[in-house]
């Protein structure tokens, strides 16, 4: 367990908390159904036990649009099986498309080499003459549309004119490689493709004119091929990639009308996202547009407490799911502020920058950033006005307990703090912030309503105390409608119901703490298990990367001598050599901060450590390699090369 100190990092004013949605969603609760309860705690009880009437009062709460049905759940004990409002109809892109005026709707950074912004009333134009320009390329209900874009305003629109139809989309972001792309929508036969001319990444011009060639010529299924300018080299792109017209050519024939929207059952499929694929072909998840838009709309606005007119923004790419869960912030008919490029160019402080100019009311970030820019000594408390900051969420990783303190020392010290975490699989969260509890430091505040969160030993007992496999024990809307080409759904239940049947299993190693939050450890995959005790790595980074002249790690277990041991690899500041001085600074700072048995036996130096392209990084491939394993999917990998430097290494041989 945490050590904590007496009080927590943040606590809400009483009023603030007492004026929130999830405050008021309550009390409407309390009134409408005839019952007292007295707090989130009290609220979330009723969530899991009562799910069809908490679902029902969602839907009347977020004023969803479509037709409810009569009835709310079906088959509601079956896990997978359980059919959320089964008679229901309604369009997600409608949900959406709330507003039509001119306040912004989106607004656009990409470093600082373009910046521009679109209000509710020009986001309708162009979706409208997308909406009109897909139909033309033969799109309709079931047919799939895949992206290849930065985090730009068009691929918002996009995606709101493909899910207007009835269609499917997926997305991923144009710095994966062809085999990568190829890889997730060659499974998938998109009708129509589309792709930019090229992106900015830390002030390189990086053009993708020879990928998206190739990628013409491979994905046969598509029709056409789109390409959206953001270099100024669309036409010349298009001219040499097959079936393909720039983005101004493809709606040039069709002028802004009303936007139509075909309204198809609750589990209609809206999206399809993939797993990171390090251990395969990746799977193609696919999300229902009703499980998708009501959970959404419950995490953001109960407990994120997002308005009208507020501005939310999230750092993320179109091949991450926070993406996904980004752009359902126009359902809260709130301003998206999107930003594409790196975090750190043209300068460290650079999101910090757009923070304060646009006056960013809800901040959204990976762990791994928040740990870098307190490394790289940014401290916006003392040269940003962040006044308009209230929340702040970090997911992607564990946040460790040493960047809670960052944050409210540097950042901002009356924010509110909400890590978070889920998973594409779900495309939302398990736990995550809570506007009318405190904040305490390394705890994620609570379960999500709705989710019957638990920890299960490996036995499948529950732990009210101690580290286990976090499980949900009864069904949620947004399970996953299917996994593409799994007929029978043999796969599907096999990734998720295999471990504990009838319980969604999602391979976090987890622990409940005495204010009833969660300590997520790292992936059960990934756990440790030196001498039969299991430890998660993020315990290890937690302690490691407090010191100043490490960068980052990862940690992994080697096979040894009929046990395993752990090994740690250091990515080390520039100048800083490994020496004995500095590998003992490592265990005592483990030792002390963690425990004797977090000590790694090996602590080797590495010039890179691999990550997904949605910046997570692998122990699994590393793993693999140390041991002489094939890493089946290296496309998945933002660096693949760099596990070559995790090969053969003298070190591990003794």
């Not at 756990?527 to 790690?553: C, H, K, M």
């Not at 699994?620 to 089946?632: Q, T, Y």
Request: some cysteine.
């Amino acid at each position: 367990m945490l050590e904590n100190a007496g009080q927590p990092l943040w606590a809400p004013r009483p009023e603030r908390a007492a004026n929130s949605q999830l405050s008021r969603f309550r009390e409407e609760a309390n009134r409408r159904f005839g019952l007292t309860l007295a707090d989130s705690t009290d609220l979330h009880r009723w969530s899991v036990e009562k799910r069809a009437e908490f679902w029902d009062h969602v839907w009347d709460f977020c004023e969803v649009r479509g037709e409810k049905g009569s009835l709310r759940l079906a088959d509601g004990d079956r896990m997978p099986g359980a059919r959320f409002f089964p008679e229901a109809r309604l369009n997600f892109a409608e949900n959406l498309l709330r507003r039509h005026d001119d306040s912004p709707a989106l607004i656009f950074r990409g470093e600082d080499k373009a910046a521009y912004a679109l209000s509710f009333h020009e986001l309708d134009a162009l979706v409208s003459r997308m909406q009109q320009a897909l139909q033309a390329a033969g799109v309709g209900v079931g047919d799939r549309v895949a992206a290849m874009l930065p985090n730009l305003p068009e691929s918002v629109a996009l995606m709101l004119a493909v899910t207007s139809l009835g269609a499917t989309f997926s997305s991923c972001s144009p710095d994966f490689g062809e085999r990568g792309v190829l890889d997730r929508f060659g499974q998938i036969e998109p009708k129509v493709f589309v792709a930019c001319d090229g992106y900015w990444y830390a002030g390189k011009r990086i053009s993708v004119a020879k990928k998206l060639k190739a990628l013409g010529n491979d994905l046969k299924t598509a029709g056409t091929v789109v390409v959206v300018p953001y270099l100024g080299e669309a036409d010349t792109v298009a001219q040499s990639t097959p079936r393909a017209v720039t983005l101004e050519k493809f709606l040039a024939p069709f002028s802004p009308k009303p936007v139509t929207f075909e309204r198809l059952p609750f589990d209609h499929p809206i999206y399809i996202l993939f797993s990171s694929g390090t251990t395969g072909v990746p799977k193609c998840i696919v999300h229902g547009a009703g499980g998708t838009l009501l959970q959404h709309l419950k995490e953001q606005r109960l407990h994120c407490d997002i308005r009208a007119g507020e501005r939310f923004f999230y750092f993320t790419t179109l091949g991450w799911m926070m993406w996904n869960w980004l752009v359902s912030g126009l359902a809260s008919e709130a301003t998206l502020c999107l930003y594409d490029g790196s975090p750190f160019a043209p300068k460290n402080e650079v999101l910090f920058d757009y923070a304060q100019q646009e006056k960013i009311n809800v901040f959204g970030t990976s762990a791994k950033y928040i740990d870098a820019a307190s490394k790289a000594g940014v401290a916006p408390a003392q040269t940003h006005d962040l006044s308009a900051m209230r929340l702040m969420t970090s997911t992607g990783s564990p946040l460790a307990p040493e960047s809670f303190e960052y944050v409210y020392r540097s950042v901002k010290p009356d924010v509110h703090l909400a890590s978070i975490s889920g998973g594409t699989d779900i495309v939302s969260c398990f736990v995550g912030g809570d506007p009318t509890l405190p904040v305490w430091k390394g705890e994620i505040q609570a379960p999500g309503l709705g989710m019957a969160i638990d920890v299960w030993s490996e036995e499948g007992v529950p732990l009210p105390r101690g580290r286990g496999e976090l499980v949900c024990t009864k069904p949620f809307p947004s399970m996953p409608v299917k996994f593409w080409n799994d007929a029978d759904g043999k796969k599907y239940r096999a990734a998720y119901f295999e471990r504990f049947p009838g319980v969604w299993h999602h391979g976090d190693f987890a622990e409940r703490t005495e204010h009833d939050g969660f300590i997520i450890h790292g992936r059960s995959d990934a756990t440790l298990n030196p001498q039969g005790v299991r430890i998660g790595t993020a315990e290890i980074y937690a302690q490691v990367e407090q010191i100043p002249d490490i960068v980052e790690s990862i940690a992994i277990g080697q096979e040894w001598e009929g046990d395993v041991r752990i090994v740690l690899f250091v990515r080390l500041r520039d100048g800083v050599q490994l020496d004995d001085a500095l590998i003992q600074r490592i265990r005592k700072q483990i030792r002390d901060g963690a425990s004797p048995r977090h000590v790694p036996a090996k602590i080797v130096a590495i010039a890179d450590i691999p990550r997904t392209r949605s910046g997570k990084i692998t122990e699994l491939a590393v793993r693999d390699v140390v041991h002489g394993r094939p890493v089946k999917n290296t496309e998945a990998l933002a660096n693949p090369e760099a596990l070559d430097l995790y090969k053969n290494l003298s070190a591990l041989k003794a």
